[in-house]
């Protein structure tokens, strides 16, 4: 078995919601807005998980909306708040592309600015108020980084935000939030709020956008009607169904798993540091989410890394991206003054709640193992 140290791309489905998926799979199988029999019974699943997830996001059943995961969460929350109220957007440097190319896409036509982030990742409060004015329309600052698993001061920002364009709407992603931190607590300043099922043990192509009362959304998808007009399509049921109970599972365990994690992941970056010369850890470590280990190497390339940890049975990825031709180091990494050298030696290693002892010490051999093979190349 690899040490699978990936979780934050993706996790295995937690035994509770595959269970959950399969009932509706075979035998509760309708389709939730018919009339008869068969759907109310599907219709009434549906609204016990949105009952569930409500509960898990610090929202009222009837602010939920259910999506094809976080990606569509995401460009329903921007694109959809910019259209039903036009003016410019504001968005963190650090955004996953789904904000990322949602936010851009609207400043085209509207205008918008990026807030920038410290060299911990976090966004800078003192620009801010600076960047926020009576005509934004929305302001997305994520809840966790999935690169460097950074913590956003949410409250702080919303409340910036409510001082100075009580119209604009807050917008979170915390899809990479949901398995280590209070979201119904943390987000609740926040009118939207993005989550996908897949990162924390539920199935992929799932998600939920919270809506909070106030805040005005014009459909992506439109045809039938489902979610309050704001997300027409047939419901995935099982996938919904499924996430709700992994949502259940995860709060129930949440604070033991991050205490264990955080002791796991505490071990391996600090091993890694010791034993690799030249090792950085990136950004602060008190302000990450428990899963995240994100370190550069130097004179080493993430990718010439990525594969020999793969060959030695260690499941990582980085933050690189090839954009024409050339490897370039993410936009998180850079937004926070990385160095580029350091950026192109980029390792995340992710844990999860089922992250086990012998997992982090096959990563702590394998590790320095491969740096010091690539550095001898
Ligand atoms: N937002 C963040 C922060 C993510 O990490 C991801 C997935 O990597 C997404 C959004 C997209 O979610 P999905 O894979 O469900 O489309």
Redesign the pocket.
């Known amino acids: 078995m690899p040490a699978y140290l990936d979780h934050?791309?993706t996790t295995p489905m937690r035994p509770e919601a595959v269970e959950a998926m399969l009932a509706l799979l075979t035998e509760n199988y309708g389709n939730p807005s018919g009339s008869h029999a068969v759907s109310r019974q599907a219709k009434k699943a549906l609204e016990e998980a949105r009952e569930v997830v409500a509960e898990a996001l610090g929202a009222r059943p009837g602010e939920v909306v259910f999506t094809a995961?976080?990606?569509?969460a995401?460009n329903l929350a921007i694109t959809g708040a910019v259209a039903a109220r036009p003016g410019p957007v504001l968005w963190s440097a650090v955004e996953?592309h789904?904000?990322l190319h949602s936010a851009e896409n609207a400043a085209k036509a509207l205008g918008g600015q990026v807030v920038p982030v410290g060299p911990d990742g976090v966004v800078d409060l003192d620009a801010l108020p600076r960047l926020v004015g009576p005509s934004t329309s929305v302001v997305a600052v994520?809840l966790a980084?999935?690169e460097v698993g950074t913590v956003q001061p949410l409250v702080e920002v919303a409340a910036v935000v409510a001082e100075q364009a009580p119209g604009a709407l807050v917008m979170t992603?915390a899809?990479?939030a949901f398995q280590w931190l209070d979201v119904a607590a943390l987000a609740a300043a926040a009118d939207l709020v993005?989550v996908?099922a897949?990162?924390f043990g539920g199935p992929?192509g799932v998600?939920a956008l919270v809506v909070r009362g106030r805040a005005r959304l014009e459909p992506l998808i439109v045809g039938g009607g489902q979610e309050r007009g704001l997300r027409s399509g047939t419901h995935n049921v099982a996938g919904i169904v499924a996430m709700a109970a992994a949502m259940a599972a995860v709060v129930a365990e949440r604070e033991r798993t991050v205490a264990r994690v955080a002791a796991l992941r505490d071990r391996l970056a600090d091993g890694l540091l010791a034993a690799v010369e030249g090792a950085q850890e990136t950004g602060d470590r008190s302000r990450k989410v428990a899963g995240n280990c994100h370190l550069t190497f130097e004179g080493v390339e993430s990718e010439a890394l990525l594969m020999l940890l793969d060959g030695a049975g260690v499941c990582a990825s980085a933050g690189s991206a090839c954009t024409s031709g050339a490897v370039e180091p993410s936009h998180v990494l850079s937004a926070m003054g990385v160095p580029r050298e350091r950026g192109l030696g980029a390792l995340r290693l992710s844990l999860g709640p089922g992250t086990t002892e012998a997992e982090i010490a096959l990563a702590l051999e394998a590790v320095p193992a491969a740096v010091a093979r690539l550095r001898e190349a």
């Open positions: 934050a791309a995961g976080g990606t569509e995401d996953h789904a904000v994520m980084n999935n992603d899809v990479q993005a996908s897949h990162k992929k998600g």
